[in-house]
T-cell receptor
Framework: GENVEQHPSTLSVQEGDSAVIKCTYSDSASNYFPWYKQELGKGPQLIIDIRSNVGEKKDQRIAVTLNKTAKHFSLHITETQPEDSAVYFCAATREGSARQLTFGSGTQLTVLP | SQTIHQWPATLVQPVGSPLSLECTVEGTSNPNLYWYRQAAGRGLQLLFYSVGIGQISSEVPQNLSASRPQDRQFILSSKKLLLSDSGFYLC??????????FGPGTRLTVT
C-alpha cells in the first residue's frame, strides 16, 4: 500500500518568513495530493490540493509543488502570519472506488510574532 | 452548501462499555463516508469507509465496527471499549473522486 513520509515534524518561523513542508510517497500510481490544516481540537481543513497532471498550484499565500519523477510534493507558505500556526498534514491517494487517503504524520508549524 | 455533523463532541467512557458515535452529512446525496482515528500527536488512520448504504469496508482489524443505515448517516460502534480506543475520531465525506471534507471530530477518552 501507499506510504507517505512528511518532514519536518516541527517547524518554527518568524512572522513574515516562508515555511516549506515536504512529503514523499511510495505508490507511483498515486495521482491526488491534498494538504490539510488542523487547529487544536478541530477537524482537518482542506487548504489546497494538486493532481498529478499539474506541477504547481498556487492560492494566495500558499502553493504546492509536485515532482512525480521523484515522488515528492511540498507545501509552501509565504508571508507567514500567527494564524498560520497549526498542524499541517499531507496525503496521497490513487484511483479507486472510495479514494482512501494515506496521510503523513503531520508538521506542527509555529509562527513567532 | 454541505455540512457535516458529529456527536457527541467529547465522550468519557469506562473500559468495557459500549460506544456509538454518529456522523451525518447535509446538502449532498450518495457521498462516500469515512471514519478516521487520530491518536494524540499522531496522523490520521483510516478505519472504515462506505460508498453506499449498507456498504462498509474495514481498513484496520479491531473491536470497532461501522454501519451506514441511511444515505447520509455513518455510525461507529463498539461492544466493549479498550483503553487503546482513546483518541480523536473524525468523520469525512466526499462526492468527487478527489476532495474529502472532515467533520469537527469526537474526542473519546476511555478510562
Amino acid at each position: 500500500g501507499e506510504n507517505v513520509e512528511q518532514h519536518p515534524s516541527t517547524l518554527s518561523v518568524q512572522e513574515g518568513d516562508s515555511a516549506v513542508i515536504k512529503c514523499t510517497y511510495s505508490d507511483s500510481a498515486s495521482n491526488y495530493f491534498p494538504w490539510y490544516k488542523q487547529e487544536l481540537g478541530k477537524g482537518p481543513q482542506l487548504i489546497i490540493d494538486i493532481r498529478s497532471n499539474v506541477g504547481e498550484k498556487k492560492d494566495q499565500r500558499i502553493a504546492v509543488t509536485l515532482n512525480k519523477t521523484a515522488k515528492h510534493f511540498s507545501l509552501h507558505i509565504t508571508e507567514t502570519q500567527p494564524e498560520d500556526s497549526a498542524v499541517y498534514f499531507c496525503a496521497a491517494t490513487r484511483e479507486g472506488s472510495a479514494r482512501q487517503l494515506t496521510f503523513g504524520s503531520g508538521t506542527q508549524l509555529t509562527v513567532l510574532p | 452548501s454541505q455540512t457535516i455533523h458529529q456527536w457527541p463532541a467529547t465522550l468519557v467512557q469506562p473500559v468495557g462499555s459500549p460506544l456509538s458515535l454518529e456522523c451525518t452529512v447535509e446538502g449532498t446525496s450518495n457521498p462516500n463516508l469515512y471514519w478516521y482515528r487520530q491518536a494524540a500527536g499522531r496522523g490520521l488512520q483510516l478505519l472504515f469507509y462506505s460508498v453506499g448504504i449498507g456498504q462498509i469496508s474495514s481498513e484496520v482489524p479491531q473491536n470497532l465496527s461501522a454501519s451506514r443505515p441511511q444515505d447520509r448517516q455513518f455510525i461507529l460502534s463498539s461492544k466493549k471499549l479498550l483503553l487503546s480506543d482513546s483518541g480523536f475520531y473524525l468523520c469525512a465525506w466526499s462526492v468527487s473522486l478527489y476532495e474529502q471534507y472532515f467533520g469537527p471530530g469526537t474526542r473519546l477518552t476511555v478510562t
